[in-house]
């Protein structure tokens, strides 16, 4: 009974690396690559499957239509989506981006497309009645965006300007009363306004911003190629279309205020249940092959350490010394720095040129989990009693082979349930990879609260998923010493 649970876990496990491996399929034609950030409706957003939709990816898909390229859309934080372009990790970013001289030194831009204001959003009942009033105030912006700028420029000294990561999360802090208003563009307002009961606008005398797309300095002939195409799009009256669709959508329906409707919302209306299923699946397939990593760095750093601590005294290896010293630099600057600043430095300085965000968030995860099982299985092997080593090299056996059959075998008993909790805590920090762009169970939650408005349900619901993740991984831990002890008894 207990194989046939422990054999149909496995698969599940299984399944969860291929649906997270699952890669949709390629066309073949030359890649138009455009970052955004899919936290902005309706310029960007993410539908209910999970895709890209909004004005700047309908214009996008017709610039790259005809252009005769396959676009892929890259979805980042606000400020990583600019940056993307401007390294040239992108082709492109489309993201509301507002020309400016700052960001006109270090990228240059298409014509623009679409123009903007920034516009205040208070609550219905709000004692804020034109920017006049913004000083003293606490006022959510977007961070890294032109209203962030003008509001640190001008109320940075005297109110509490904070900056969001979008502006979605900027409006649930507003309705959560955690903030007294969100400056963000005139766009974007309207949809929050129209999605959410008890919001209105006020206006700003803040200039006209105009939206163009972004480019790399030395992507000049993609950007006239792009220019051409997009003037066309202007003058069909293309983009007039697309920009009418997406102001005059329906807003999300209705199921109330109360549990049931925020429930309904967040996890039934639209199949939303399905990227839950999917994050799990991706949330797996990173686990699963950090682990790979993690355990064979993690062992090869163990015995170059152990041999290197057991060699007799007199006998010193030159070689042997250089690599162990590498090994403990590796294990010490790991183990004393935190997981995310290793992420971000991975996602934004060794690999700034990669799009590969999961596959970065695995390299690191796996390269710092190795670093913890290094020690965990060093511990392991040093605990056992030195004389095992010495009994089998009598019997003739080489170091490898002891290590092999005598050594190794008794020692992985001890540090089991060390290496359980290294997975646990592996599987657990995968959440950190949608910090660097990485898709996971934390990216599907975020961007379901983004086209609901509602942080609770995702978030929680998101915590119980790894919670039972967890659970069930525990439990196969139990099973698995509860088998080595019965072998050792036989
Ligand atoms: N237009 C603003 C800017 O460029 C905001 C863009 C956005 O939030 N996506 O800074």
């Known amino acids: 009974m207990k194989r046939i649970v422990v054999?149909?876990?496995?698969?599940?496990?299984?399944?969860?690396?291929?649906?997270?491996?699952?890669?949709?399929?390629?066309?073949?034609?030359?890649?138009?690559?455009?970052?955004t950030s899919a936290g902005f409706p309706p310029y960007e957003m993410t539908d209910d499957e999970g895709n890209y939709i909004g004005i700047d990816v309908e214009i996008a898909y017709a610039i790259a239509d005809e252009l005769g390229m396959e676009l892929v859309i890259d979805d980042l934080e606000f400020a990583a989506a600019l940056e993307a372009a401007k390294s040239g990790k992108s082709d492109m970013v489309m993201a509301g981006v507002t020309v400016n001289e700052e960001r006109e030194k270090e990228m240059i831009f298409s014509i623009p497309y679409?123009?903007?204001?920034?516009?205040?959003?208070?609550t219905e009942d709000s004692e804020i009645r034109s920017k006049e009033d913004l000083p003293g105030k606490s006022i959510g912006t977007q961070i890294g965006t032109t209203g962030n700028i003008y509001c640190e420029d001008d109320y940075g000294e005297v109110s509490n300007v904070i900056g969001y990561d979008n502006g979605i999360t900027a409006i649930q802090a507003l309705k959560n009363g955690q903030i007294d208003c969100v400056v963000v563009d005139n766009a974007p307002a309207q949809t929050f306004v129209k999605d959410n009961k008890g919001l209105k606008i006020l206006e700003t005398e803040y200039k006209t911003e105009q939206y163009a797309i972004g480019f790399a300095k030395n992507k000049t002939e993609l950007r006239d190629k792009v220019n051409e195409v997009l003037k066309k799009l202007i003058d069909n009256g293309t983009v007039a279309e697309i920009v009418d669709a997406y102001i005059n959508a329906e807003p999300e329906k209705d199921y109330g205020d109360g549990f049931w409707g925020k429930f309904h919302r967040a996890f039934i209306a639209r199949n939303r249940w399905k990227q839950y299923l999917s994050g799990v699946g991706s949330t797996l397939m990173v686990t699963a092959l950090a682990l790979v990593i993690g355990v064979v760095l993690g062992v090869l750093v163990a015995i170059i350490r152990t041999a290197h601590d057991q060699q007799r005294p007199g006998r010193k290896n030159v070689i042997l010394g250089f690599v162990n010293g590498i090994c403990k630099v590796y294990i010490t600057v790991i183990r004393g720095t935190p997981m995310l600043v290793q992420l971000l430095i991975m996602g934004f300085v060794i690999f700034s040129s990669s799009r590969s965000y999961t596959a970065i968030g695995i390299l690191t995860l796996g390269i710092n989990s190795g670093a913890y099982v290094a020690e965990i299985i060093r511990g392991g092997l040093m605990s056992l009693d030195p004389g095992q080593m010495e009994a089998s090299r009598s019997l003739g056996m080489n170091y490898i082979d002891s290590m092999r059959f005598v050594v190794v075998p008794q020692a992985f008993k001890s540090i089991l349930p060390s290496l359980g909790n290294e997975f646990i805590?592996?599987?657990?920090?995968?959440?950190?990879?949608?910090?660097?762009?990485?898709?996971?169970?934390?990216?599907?939650?975020?961007?379901?609260?983004?086209?609901?408005y509602e942080q609770?349900?995702?978030?929680?619901?998101?915590?119980?998923?790894?919670?039972?993740?967890?659970?069930?991984?525990?439990?196969?831990?139990?099973?698995?010493?509860?088998?080595?002890?019965?072998?050792?008894?036989?």
């Open 456 to 490: 609770m349900f995702p978030l929680v619901g998101s915590a119980v998923i790894y919670l039972v993740l967890v659970l069930i991984f525990t439990w196969l831990q139990g099973l698995l010493e509860r088998r080595l002890r019965q072998s050792d008894r036989r």
């Open 425 to 452: 805590t592996l599987l657990k920090d995968t959440a950190l990879i949608y910090t660097i762009g990485g898709k996971e169970l934390v990216y599907a939650a975020r961007a379901i609260a983004n086209r609901t």
């Open 114 to 122: 679409a123009t903007a204001v920034q516009v205040i959003i208070v």
């Open 7 to 35: 054999l149909a876990l496995t698969c599940i496990l299984l399944l969860g690396v291929l649906v997270g491996c699952s890669k949709p399929e390629q066309s073949g034609k030359e890649k138009l690559i455009m970052s």
